[in-house]
T-cell receptor, first 117, second 117 residues
Framework: SAVISQKPSRDICQRGTSLTIQCQVD?????MFWYRQQPGQSLTLIAT?????????ESGFVIDKFPISRPNLTFSTLTVSNMSPEDSSIYLC??????????????FGPGTRLTVL | GENVEQHPSTLSVQEGDSAVIKCTYS??????FPWYKQELGKGPQLIID?????GEKKDQRIAVTLNKTAKHFSLHITETQPEDSAVYFC????????????????FGQGTILTVHP
């Protein structure tokens, strides 16, 4: 499986500010995803990060609040904009296996633990 | 959309006992069923998965069974050890249109497994 790293691992931020989370993979992958995991809850897909084009957002998530970049096949960023305490969550980067669209497996990074005061 | 129900929400066993976690899903077209283990402070780790053309899969002490007719699948852990203590998530996916595998993963609510020494 791919080795996925995220920066920062955790942060405490003031409301109204923005935070950019980085995701780096040790091999080229076609599919990259961003998930949110609210405290004690399950995982919810925010968006699929598409290389060379705009991200595909799930219902309830919008680009103005969660802008995503995907400049190449090993890197993506998620920005949480104009934060409020409700944005306090773990944000997880996930990748699909390899460059082919044929594989099912998804692997997760260690997560970024965000607290908004 | 897909609905995934996971039970129980918490499970407490003695070391050496077996643990079983069950998930039901609603979309009969779903064809990929992974299980993830999430330890405290870490991202989810893929531990086993099964595809719709298989009824059972084993990997050492863990196994997954799938009943497509009843639309449910289960995780079985035998000879549990304290290091099996974690949150376990089931997930469901059906292939995206166009024949690729990257449809959306929908997660269950999670099961907190505690193995007492």
């Amino acid at each position: 499986s791919a080795v996925i790293s995220q920066k920062p691992s955790r942060d405490i931020c003031q409301r109204g500010t923005s935070l950019t989370i980085q995701c780096q993979v040790d091999s080229q992958v076609t599919m990259m995803f961003w998930y949110r995991q609210q405290p004690g809850q399950s995982l919810t897909l925010i968006a699929t990060a598409n290389q060379g084009s705009e991200a595909t957002y799930e219902s309830g998530f919008v680009i103005d609040k969660f802008p995503i970049s995907r400049p190449n096949l090993t890197f993506s960023t998620l920005t949480v904009s104009n934060m409020s305490p409700e944005d306090s969550s773990i944000y997880l980067c996930s990748v699909g296996r390899g460059l082919s669209g044929l594989y099912n497996e998804q692997f997760f990074g260690p997560g970024t633990r965000l607290t908004v005061l | 959309g897909e609905n995934v129900e996971q039970h129980p929400s918490t499970l407490s066993v003695q070391e050496g006992d077996s643990a079983v976690i069950k998930c039901t899903y609603s979309d009969s077209a779903s064809n990929y069923f992974p299980w993830y283990k999430q330890e405290l402070g870490k991202g989810p780790q893929l531990i086993i998965d099964i595809r719709s053309n298989v009824g059972e899969k084993k990997d050492q002490r863990i196994a997954v069974t799938l009943n497509k007719t009843a639309k449910h699948f289960s995780l079985h852990i035998t000879e549990t050890q304290p290091e099996d203590s974690a949150v376990y998530f089931c997930a469901v996916k059906r292939n995206a249109s166009g024949g690729t595998s990257y449809g959306k993963l929908t997660f269950g609510q999670g099961t907190i497994l505690t193995v007492h020494p």
